[in-house]
């Protein structure tokens, strides 16, 4: 009898002891079927966090300055419509697509005794041709863009590009 005290005690421990686990168990599943997981892409993660900031930006606003939110909206300009800005790409673009036509012109013409001339030869049809090229797809460019600083800024790269090209040769 004395024996089946202590293996007694010791069961009801060991019962106790899984009771606690199970608790343990139950708390922790608790926690795992209320966490949720949400994915965002890059565009909505950006936009979260560019809310995110302003919302902090404007309470740092409030907290020192005590002052109103202030809303920034950028403007929006369409040259699209307009009909100066569509003659000012067309008198841009137009030159492209010449350089282009003169490009192919020249190089259909005298390809056979410019290609027997070598290989610097060769190379510089190639570099000739590859310019014939940008040339046009800059005319395309230009004529889709919307924005005038941005078509300016194309044709300013394109005349120091040959500018670059004529101080070379020279």
């Known amino acids: ?22 608790i343990v168990q139950k708390k922790k599943v608790a926690v795992l079927e209320q966490q949720k997981t949400v994915r965002l892409d890059d565009e909505q993660m950006q936009s979260f966090l560019d809310e995110l900031t302003g919302r ?7 907290i020192v300055d005590e002052t109103p939110k202030t809303t920034v909206l950028p403007t929006q300009q369409n040259y699209s419509n307009n009909g100066f800005s569509w003659f000012i790409k067309c008198i841009i673009a137009v030159p492209f ?5 003169a490009v192919i012109y020249v190089l259909v013409n005298s390809i056979g005794d410019l290609w027997r001339a070598g290989w610097a030869t060769r190379i510089a049809i190639f570099i000739f041709a590859l310019a014939g ?11 889709k863009e919307k924005d005038r600083n941005y078509i300016l800024s194309l044709f300013s790269a394109l005349v120091a590009l040959v500018a670059l090209i004529v101080s070379i040769v020279k």
């Open 1 to 22: 009898m004395k024996c089946e005290a202590p293996k007694r005690k010791r069961k009801v421990e060991e019962i106790q002891r899984l009771k606690r686990e199970l």
């Open 56 to 62: 902090i930006e404007w309470s740092t606003n409030r």
């Open 97 to 101: 697509f010449l350089v282009t036509i």
């Open 133 to 143: 090229f940008d040339s046009f797809f800059l005319g395309v460019e230009i004529i």
